[in-house]
């Protein structure tokens, strides 16, 4: 575990698939420690939707400004903050 959440894991690159050395990706950043959080790949972006990966996306969906279940803006956006559009809509009766 990091020692701080405030701190950014570390890329760092695989050279030798079955020998690891935990080099920094930027030679200027320090080598991380045993307590340091590493990875060897970039995660993939979850608002935009891929099909191949299995990603829905959150982009362009429906959330529901008020709550605060899975269908709240809020966590469907990961707290990353969002865009409200108020659209009225002319329906015809019965």
């Known amino acids: 575990a990091p ?3 405030n701190e950014p894991a570390r890329r760092v690159p695989r050279r030798d698939r079955y020998r690891f050395q935990l080099r920094p990706h930027n030679p200027d950043h320090k080598a991380p420690g045993t307590k340091d959080l590493v990875y060897l790949e970039s ?3 979850f608002c935009e939707k891929n099909p ?3 990603i829905p996306g959150t982009h362009g969906r ?3 400004d008020t709550s ?3 269908d709240g803006c809020d966590l469907m956006c990961c707290g990353r903050g969002y865009r409200t559009q108020t ?3 002319v329906e ?3």
């Open 43 to 45: 995660s993939p972006g």
């Open 52 to 54: 191949r990966l299995g």
């Open 68 to 70: 605060i279940g899975v």
């Open 87 to 89: 659209m009225y809509v």
């Open 3 to 5: 020692r701080s959440r």
């Open 92 to 94: 015809r009766c019965n």
């Open 62 to 64: 429906t959330c529901n």
